[in-house]
């Protein structure tokens, strides 16, 4: 079993920063495949960003493409989400998301294997 918990949200106005941390624990996810995910309120949960295990691929959804940047550190067991330029739209509660399919990386909520609670991001005008 693997274990993520999701630190690093909070309220922030806009055009701000802010860098969400992701620490997996019960099992390494070196060579798993990692995403982020978020849900507003009223809305589905959509995918934002995932990164492969050995951090040389990656994707983003375009609303936040070019504002933020998903990467990992394996010997941490963390993946990280920096998000600048932050928007009001961007609010929303952030999930990261863990995939053992090594190689694949999905956009779909599907394919993920374990799932953390969230943490709210919450970004004023």
């Known amino acids: 079993q693997v274990q993520l918990v999701e630190s690093g949200g909070g309220l922030v106005q806009a055009g701000g920063s802010l860098r969400l941390s992701c620490a997996a624990s019960?099992?390494?996810?070196?060579?798993?495949?990692m995403g982020w995910f978020r849900q507003a309120p009223g809305k589905e949960r959509e995918f934002v960003s995932a990164?492969?295990?050995?951090?040389?691929?990656?994707h983003y959804a375009d609303s936040v493409k070019g504002r933020f940047t998903i990467s990992r550190d394996n010997a941490k067991n963390t993946v990280y989400l920096q998000m600048n330029s932050l928007k009001p739209e961007d609010t929303a509660v952030y999930t990261c998301a863990a995939d053992s399919d090594t190689g694949i990386l999905r956009t779909t909520q599907s394919g993920y294997d374990y799932w953390g609670q969230g943490t709210q991001v919450t970004v004023s005008s």
């Open positions: 990164i492969i295990w050995s951090g040389g691929i990656t």
């Open positions: 019960g099992r390494t996810v070196r060579y798993y495949t």
